[in-house]
């Protein structure tokens, strides 16, 4: 983060603080919301019936029996109909780079050195818009109609803070004292008391968008976190004394003085089974990027654990690379583009060779674009309206809003109009893909103009 602004390393600071619950929070300047989550009670338990080690929000009242009791029911009952798994672009992406207005006059003069080359890769909805080079997924998906675009989504009279903006995304109103996130507030109302896995934040803390204020949710930092091993027994000789410890579990007596041995051994041998599924390539039946970078394998292990059939409802977390691009912008977009996007695709083929494409839906959000002008530092700073993904098989597959173009479509600060509110795509995701009324959940949602989603 070393050429990012300063506001946005101290958001990041911040958020840090409060996923750690407990430890309060430092410092925070006037106007500064406080996301969504401060406060919510943080303990860490190991699920034995789906074999991971959880951090809990929300669920101070609950024994760790009773929420592994919830899983395991909930995991009896079936996955959910829908899946919906929400990927954040950290730090502003800049929409008029990743598909950029290649046929307006006004882009090569705002943007001399950061133009791209009209060679980009045609964009077959608008003439006037290529996608980036390192954007080629994104194209494959779109071409495949697995992709819906939004060139210009976001807000009225944006903020320009990371943090503010943000906050204002993950909680579905521009309104700095909601503590609870959008989607937790649906599983508020949809939710069970007992099943943390309803929604999952997969960066390891807790996802703001996903806060509760009654029912459980979890965090964790990936399917193999937890791992059942010997001290000092390794390689065949260990697979085989754990067979044998299972066995010794096994019901074949029923004298009461091997009741709690046998319990025990029997508990920890379906553990080691469960676990087999999210070994370290998660048994994946596609190729994902090769990247020291988490992103791939959360991708990677989200599919698999869908596939496991884990109860898993609404899933949070943040793609790969640093999209606060003032300075250095060609390089640094590029680099985190190409991971994501190539990401995704996996991710998008994984679901289907699975035969889970039809469940999930995928949405990819960022706070804010970035300044239709370049700055002096070969980059861009904040700017207002952005671009946003919907990825699926059920999708549309199209261009949601217009691309308002340079001339006429940036307001006076120089930045690019919305013509999308962020709230209409969530409106039309929770009623359209999540099948639920949007009126209880996003404030003032009856002002918002529906959007379609599916085919």
Known sequence: MRDCCNEFSRSA??????????????????GMPLPAGTGLDRRSFLARSVGLALAVYGAGALAPRVLDEGIAQALAAGGPDTVLVSIFLDGGADSLSLLFPHGDPEYRRLRPRL??????????EDPRLRWHPAAASFQTLHSEGKLSVLPAVGYTNADQSHFTSRHYWEVGATDPRLRTGWLGRYLDRV????????GVSLDGDLSPSLATAKVPIAALSGAADYSFSAPGVWGPVESRMLDAIGALG???????????????????????????????????????????????????????????GLPMHCIALSAYGMYDTHSDQPDRLAEGLKL???????????????????????????????????????????????????????????????????????????????????????CSVLEQWLGTDAGPIVPGASSFARVPLLR
């Open 13 to 30: 600071l911040l958020r840090k603080a409060v996923a750690e619950a407990g430890s309060g929070l430092p410092g925070i300047e006037p």
């Open 250 to 308: 096994a019901p074949r007596s029923s004298d009461p003085a091997l009741g709690t041995a046998r319990a025990v051994t029997y508990q920890s041998h379906r553990l080691r089974q469960q676990l087999e599924p999210f070994d370290s390539d998660f048994g994946s039946p596609v190729a994902y990027p090769q990247s020291e970078d988490g992103f791939p394998n959360q991708l990677r292990g989200l599919a698999a654990m869908l596939a496991a």
């Open 340 to 426: 994501t996007s190539d990401t995704l695709l996996a991710f998008q083929r994984d679901l289907e060779a699975r035969g889970l494409a039809n469940r999930v839906l995928t949405l990819v959000w960022s706070e804010f674009g970035r300044r239709a002008e370049e700055n002096g530092s070969d980059g861009t700073d904040h700017g207002a309206a952005g671009i946003g993904f919907l990825m699926g098989s059920r999708v549309r597959g199209t261009m949601i809003g217009e691309f308002p173009g340079l001339n006429g479509g940036l307001d006076e600060d120089g930045n690019l109009k919305a013509t999308v509110d962020y709230r209409s795509v969530y």
């Open 191 to 198: 939710g069970t008391p007992d099943n943390p896995l309803q």
């Open 115 to 124: 133009a791209l080359p009209d060679s980009g890769l045609v964009f077959s």
